[in-house]
């Protein structure tokens, strides 16, 4: 991917994150009712104690994203994360916004690989 | 009739909440989003000057004369971690005003105070950039720019 591109795209879905999990401080127990019933049933811990940790997770995603730190381990913690948020909240309206925020994930993902950034490396000497 | 007049101005009443509830969103949103895009350009500086390597000048190449400047501290500390820093705190105090942590009043006041600083101090490097270095740097243009578009902002919220 081009660098430029590239960094577009992590910037972008750094904010994404970041903004979600400031949404969900604000109001934890509207984002637990996206939740599919039988998901709430599999939690080991409360409900709000788990939303509280995805907004976390979203955060410290959105952090690395933004900083440019770590970026493909943040980009397949995050990938995991849209697909977990994808199979316990089932197919609603706003399913098809998560499909493309996965979609770029997954692309920053496998740019930001380190076996990508070695072939860069071999790439330059 | 008396239920009609009671009623109405309560329906408007919350109408009126919703609209400001949506309008405060947007502003907070716009906020956080201009400092997170703040907060990435200045890591990328930091880190290229860490790094001693020169930053991708994407209009002209006067960027590292203006970076490498005698200008490029105030007070023994490098701009672009006073940039980062301010950005940190923006993005914090938005996200704070989202989640409504009190005492709202001093995050409503802080962020009025840090960006009016900031503007200033960005209009003055600006003029620097101009006058004394002859050189234009746009990093430094884009992240003056991105506190006076916040500045605006903030601005324009007060007043509609």
Known sequence: MKKASFNILRVGLAITFLWIGILIFKAPEAWGGYLEPWAVNLLPIPLAQAILGTAILDIAIGILLLTDFFVWGAAIVGSLHLVVVLVVSGITEVTVRDIGILAGMLAIMIDALPGNLFTRRIDKI | MCTLRFAAPKILSKQHSFIIFLKNMTVFALLFTLSAIGISETVYLIRKRIA???????????????????????????????????????????????????????????????VGIASIVSLFFTYLQWKIIKAWCFWCLMSATTLWVIGVIILLSAII
């Open chain 2, 52 to 114: 001693l390597e020169k930053p991708i000048c994407l209009i002209g190449e006067d960027c590292l004369t203006v970076l490498t400047s005698k200008y490029n501290k105030i007070f023994f500390v490098h701009n672009d971690i006073l940039g980062l820093l301010c950005y940190i705190i923006i993005s914090l105090v938005a996200a704070f005003l989202v989640i409504e942590v009190r005492p709202m009043w001093l995050w409503i006041i802080s962020i009025k105070v840090l």
